[in-house]
């Protein structure tokens, strides 16, 4: 089946400082997503972004699909924006839709 | 704003226990989903539905049953508790293949 990878696993930051978060999928994909974790375990929508370059705010991402990879940027980061951030992709079926998440970035920023 | 709501944030069930885990959403959507998130194993897909009546297992299906009678409500049983599935749930529905997937609040099920 199809393998997401994310980097780097854990990541620490002062406030204010960029990042940059990435994923690698292993096949072509319908679609991928970004989404945040909160402390309380909801799944917030970042991005959904089978391609190209979105932005929003102080967070961006890019897909090259055809060479399997996101990034995801956040730049002048903020104490809120730690948690975990997951990448998801949605594998090819003959019926329906079936998401494969990597496993996640911790990201810490720290005041 | 897109909403799919899980009926408990917190559960907790004794083992043997017949536990429903109840999810709404408001967009008419196609797809719903359910996943289980453990540490240091990811988020693993249990079932989905593509259609009313319709099911799939995913990746983890065994000890969980699913229904769907109605477009908005995807519902998880665990048909007889055991502390292995003592667990977060997560509940997440889309319009369809190659889009956008939301998520509920999840609920944090503890078996005793």
């Known amino acids: 089946g199809i393998q997401v990878e994310q980097s780097p696993p854990d990541l620490i930051l002062q406030e204010g400082a960029n990042s940059t978060l990435r994923c690698n999928f292993s096949d072509s994909v319908n679609n991928l997503q970004w989404f945040h974790q909160n402390p309380w375990g909801q799944l917030i929508n970042l991005f959904y972004?089978?391609?190209g370059t979105k932005q929003n705010g102080r967070l961006s991402a890019t897909t090259v699909a055809t060479e399997r990879y996101s990034l995801l940027y956040i730049s002048s980061s903020q104490t809120t924006d730690s948690g975990v951030y997951f990448c998801a992709v949605d594998r090819p079926e003959n019926y329906g839709q079936n998401f494969v998440f990597g496993p996640g970035t911790r990201l810490s920023v720290l005041p | 704003d897109v909403k799919v709501t899980q009926s408990s944030r917190y559960l907790v069930k004794r083992t043997g226990e017949k536990v429903f885990l109840e999810c709404v959403q408001d967009m008419d959507h196609e797809n719903m989903f359910w996943y289980r998130q453990d540490p240091g194993l990811g988020l693993r897909l249990i079932y989905f539905?593509?259609?009313?009546?319709?099911?799939e297992k995913g990746d983890i299906p065994e000890g969980y049953s699913v229904s769907r009678e109605k477009k908005e409500r995807f519902s998880l049983i665990l048909e007889s508790a055991s502390t292995n599935q003592t667990s977060m749930y997560l509940c997440?529905?889309?319009?369809?293949?190659?889009?956008?997937?939301?998520f509920g609040q999840g609920t944090r099920l503890t078996v005793v």
């Open positions: 972004i089978p391609s």
């Open positions: 997440a529905s889309s319009n369809g293949q190659g889009s956008e997937a939301f």
């Open positions: 539905s593509y259609d009313v009546k319709m099911k």
